[in-house]
């Protein structure tokens, strides 16, 4: 009887040796290896042991070239690799995506008949979309699997569009390919022109996504209606969010919060209203961004008292005001002209309130020109904390100064150390500016002398401040006496130093004074600019030296220093005014050839020349020169 449980053994011929009784063979006998196991499908199983036994190889820091160590091994044990298994290798090598692609690049080019296939594809895909690989990098793998005749499927054309590839890129293949798009791919079709601001096209793909039945999840809804709210296009996004209900995916806090601020921008008010009393039905528990939302479409319909309701209902559910809330009701209050209702939202939001609170309100009021408002929560502020901040305080400075409450700011300067509050050159320097446009220096120089008793040491725009000031009154001693100090202390002076001591001096009748002083200037490595000169110009010009005038135009073309309209329209004013009407023309031709626009005051002079060629003598009257006033400050 035949044996009916045999081991059947493979063997191959090792040598052959001759013999007087014939030929003798040395035969090498193996098992018959066990079939490939296969899944239900029919594909063979992926070998877990050898999968194991590659990575292992591949990720040994040990080895200086894992790849070559992996040819051996495999060359050794008369081994290769299935597309399937190259997958697995691929993954269990993650995220190490250059040793992956290595992996990919030898399996192509080193394993003995062996192909890559959509999947193994796919799996390297994967790993450049988690590392944000660049779509060219994609594209480059597309065109290996086109060359080598190996079709995508569908799950490549969805990565491909994930990864940032254009779409009618993507659309082409998957049209080579032959393949038919599903919800999943037109889901990421619809996100990827979204991402491109491409919001039209998007709309249109969601269209015909779902004339074919399929629908998107609450990410993809919310993230279309957002699109769609950003572009204007807010019929589109009321009939998405009708689809969306139809669908029955639930609509969230985030879904009615995009909603109600497209409606408060369009200005349907009727309609956000609608939408908020749906969102509270739905129980969705609105968080801050809806609340402010909510507070700012109402505030754009001037519906202030909602506003203020909201504002309550808010802090009553225990919701922290932000920055952001703040400012919208400063913008609901000022445009519904109801500014004097600050106190009231102040007291609703007490609990909330601290020095970072109103250093941004005082900021926001005094920048906005609101400043008697400002004053008040500042005030507020004074008599809630001990500690001032100093932003506020800078803030409520500048609006006093902008103010002309000059007197009430130098108070405010003096009571700052009572709140904690260190005084500054900066400070000070704001002052200091008021007080020079108002022309109180009498002001500045007691309020110099107690910035020096505090131990506050005077910066370079101080004494720039302080000499034009000075300058501009016309006390040249006081100007000289600062300068002359400066220049002995450690703060040297700057070229708007100079300017405004050369202005101070030349424009009150000591000119040689201000041309010795725009000598040291030069002497002492200062480049004297568009301003020094035109000082000199002006000033020159005025004394009727018009030679030296013109004398200094040339030095300061020669040494670089480009003349402005400013510097053209005094040299062109004091060579009308001294009958010399050729070189007058003769510089206006050298404006325009410069690419200046002539102003008001060229054209000024301009008439006053052509009445000049008119006429053989005229009456001089005492007029202004230029009307132009160098204030370096």
């Known amino acids: ?147 080598d005749g190996v079709p995508g499927n569908i799950s490549t054309v969805n990565l491909l569009v994930g990864m940032g590839v254009e779409v009618g890129r993507c659309l082409e293949l998957a049209k080579n390919w032959g393949l038919r798009l599903n919800g999943y791919t037109y889901k990421c079709l619809v996100q990827a022109y979204l991402r491109s601001r491409e919001v039209w096209k998007g709309f249109e793909m969601y269209e015909k996504m779902r004339r074919k039945g399929y629908k998107l999840d609450i990410f993809a809804y919310n993230m279309l209606l957002d699109a769609l709210a950003k572009a204007g296009m807010v019929d589109q996004a009321y009939q998405v969010f009708e689809d969306m209900k139809q669908n029955n995916c639930d609509p969230d806090a985030y879904t009615y919060t995009i909603l109600i601020r497209m409606s408060g921008k369009a200005g349907k008010a009727t309609k956000f209203v609608s939408f908020l009393e749906e969102m509270v039905s739905k129980g969705c528990v609105l968080n801050l961004i809806a609340y402010n939302t909510v507070i700012e479409a109402l505030g754009k319909n001037k519906m202030v008292d909602k506003a ?73 502020m004074w008599s809630s904390h001990e500690k001032g901040d100093r932003d506020a305080f800078v803030s409520m400075l500048e609006a006093l100064c902008n103010a002309e409450k000059t007197a009430e700011a130098i108070d405010l300067l003096h009571m700052m150390p009572e709140k904690g509050i260190t005084t500054d050159v900066g400070m000070y320097n704001i002052i200091f500016s008021a007080l020079g446009k108002l022309k109180q220096v009498s002001f500045m120089s007691s309020l110099y002398d107690k910035m020096k008793a505090n131990g506050v040491a005077p910066d370079v725009f101080t004494y720039n401040i302080m000499i034009s000031s000075f300058g501009r009154v016309g006390l040249v001693d006081k100007a000289s006496e600062l300068f002359e100090e400066m220049d002995d202390s450690s703060c040297k002076p700057d070229v708007i130093t100079y300017n405004s001591m050369i202005n101070c001096l030349g424009k009150n009748g000591d000119l040689d004074e201000a041309h010795m002083l725009f000598k040291d200037m030069q002497e002492k490595g200062y480049d004297p600019d568009v301003f020094t000169y035109s000082i000199l110009i002006e000033c020159f010009g005025k004394s009727n030296k018009v030679d030296m005038a013109c004398s200094l135009f040339d030095e300061m073309i020669a040494q670089g220093c480009v003349p402005n309209i400013v510097t053209y329209n005094i040299l062109l004013d004091c060579l009308e005014r001294h009958g010399k009407t050729r070189e007058a023309h003769k510089l206006y031709e050298t404006l325009k050839q410069q690419g200046l626009a002539p102003d008001s005051i060229t054209y000024s002079i301009l008439e006053r020349l052509e009445s000049r060629s008119q006429r053989t003598a005229r009456i001089r009257k005492p007029s202004r020169t230029t009307g132009w006033v160098i204030s370096p400050i």
Do not use: W
């Not at 990919?104 to 394993?111: C, D, I």
């Not at 790993?127 to 793998?141: G, I, K």
């Not at 007291?347 to 109103?358: A, F, P, W």
């Open 1 to 147: 009887m035949p044996r009916r449980l045999t081991t059947t053994y493979a063997g191959r011929i090792a040598a052959a040796t001759p013999s007087p009784s014939g030929p003798s063979l040395t035969v090498t006998i193996s098992p018959t290896p066990a079939p490939t196991p296969l899944d239900t499908r029919g594909y063979s199983l992926p070998r877990r042991h050898l999968i194991c036994a590659v990575a292992r190889i591949l990720r040994s820091p040990a080895s200086p070239a894992p790849l070559l160590d992996l040819d051996d091994y495999l060359r050794s044990h008369r081994l290769t690799l299935t597309s399937a298994e190259a997958s697995e290798v691929m993954k269990a090598l993650a995220p190490d995506t250059s040793l992956a692609l290595g992996f990919f690049r030898f399996a192509a080019t080193s394993l003995p008949g062996f192909r890559h296939d959509a999947f193994s594809y796919n799996r390297i895909l994967v790993l450049l979309f988690r590392n944000r690989a660049d779509p060219a990098e994609a594209m480059r793998l597309v065109a290996e699997m086109e060359r």
């Open 308 to 380: 203020i309701f909201m504002l309550s209902k808010m802090i009553e559910s225990d919701c922290q005001p932000n920055q952001f809330t703040y400012s919208i009701m400063l913008d609901v209050l000022a445009t519904g002209g109801q500014l004097h209702r600050l106190n009231e939202i102040l007291d609703i939001c007490s609990g909330h309130l601290n020095r970072s609170v109103y250093s941004y309100l005082v900021k926001a009021l005094c920048k906005s020109g609101h400043a008697s408002e400002a004053h008040s929560v500042f005030c507020r």
